[in-house]
């Protein structure tokens, strides 16, 4: 709360969205409602619809109050491709895709128009999200593969690096593991000093493991994700991406695979080891090797209310 009303005081727009979605879910109601109350103000006097996108976003999905209008009537009056462009990605966060992508189209054609590659790549970029979320992997992975040529015409390396890897994971999605795993085999030695990427190769290759209910291995992808996003954006997709793992070997009564993997990450990453101590707890109280008084023990140590709620999540997992 205080780092995100801090930011905003600093009116730095780009770190307030990027607390903010990381944050959210972290958030009293209370405390959510007067953080998009100020983020709303700010976004609006700096004009950045990025950081707009995402108030009016948590308005709808937290408070049902639609400011979705308010969005269109601005992005009109402004007629700029930020402004139209985060629309566009605001119809596709609220499920109306048709919309988003006629918005898409409009915007290809505005920018064709201008010669302004670098927009052109990300509406490609974009509209490739959309067709993957309909499914339809082979039209995605086209589009995929516009944004990466002009990108690499550009010079931008990592963002190329970023749409291969994602390829990559639509091409597992559309059911071919092996290839999949060969494209990302390709790039890891070009992110190996760039841990942000390198974090989302070992998550895809953690969807794939897991996929194929090679759960060890995933819970190795997660351990090498996290690691690598320490500091960084994907740090919170890859502990995300653990707890699935681990919820899966729940339900699947697989403790055992649980309570032999988990002190790696307690040791990997210290400031969670209570937490991942109560995750074990929880597994050896579920395959009868501890009482309960243990899992409390364990539990008890840790402090913060999410990670309580997580522990409890877990600890309810059932077939």
């Given amino acids: 709360m205080e780092e995100i009303l801090k930011a ?20 009293s109601e209370e405390d959510l409602r007067e953080i998009l109350e100020k983020a709303e103000k700010l976004a609006l006097e700096c004009k950045d619809f990025e950081l707009y996108k995402l108030v009016v976003y948590y308005y709808l999905e937290f408070f049902e109050i639609d400011k979705v209008t308010e969005f269109e009537k601005i992005a009109e009056r402004e007629n700029t491709f930020e402004a139209k462009y985060h629309l566009a990605d605001l119809y596709f966060l609220i499920g109306n895709l048709e919309k988003s992508l006629d918005l898409y189209r409009q915007l290809l054609e505005e920018e064709t128009e201008k010669g302004n590659r670098e927009n052109i790549a990300k509406v490609y970029y974009s509209m490739a999200l959309i067709h993957e979320e309909l499914m339809e992997y082979d039209r995605a992975l086209e589009l995929m593969e516009k944004a990466e040529e002009i990108l690499e015409e550009l010079g931008r390396e990592e963002d190329v690096l970023h749409i291969r890897i994602y390829k990559a994971y639509i091409t597992f999605e559309n059911g071919d593991i092996p290839k999949a795993k060969a494209e990302l085999a390709s790039v890891l030695p070009k992110v190996l000093d760039k841990p942000q990427l ?8 953690e969807e794939i493991f897991e996929e194929q209910d090679n759960y060890e291995a995933a819970l190795q992808e997660c351990l090498y994700a996290m ?19 681990i919820w899966q070997l729940m339900i699947e009564d697989e403790f055992e695979i649980i309570y032999n993997n988990i002190d790696m ?10 937490f991942f101590e109560g995750v074990k707890a929880i597994a050896l109280f579920k395959d009868g090797k501890v009482g309960r008084e243990e899992v409390s023990e364990a539990v008890l140590k840790v402090k913060d209310r999410r990670l309580l709620d997580l522990l409890e999540f877990l600890g309810e997992a059932e077939l």
């Fill in 198 to 205: 390198k974090a989302q190769v070992h998550l895809v290759f």
């Fill in 265 to 274: 990450f307690a040791n990997a990453i210290p400031e969670l080891k209570d």
């Fill in 8 to 27: 905003i005081q600093e009116k730095d727009c780009k770190k307030v969205a990027s607390l903010l979605y990381y944050k959210v879910d972290e958030l």
């Fill in 227 to 245: 690691i690598e996003a320490k500091e960084g954006e994907y740090f919170d997709i890859a502990f995300d991406a653990l707890i699935d793992v």
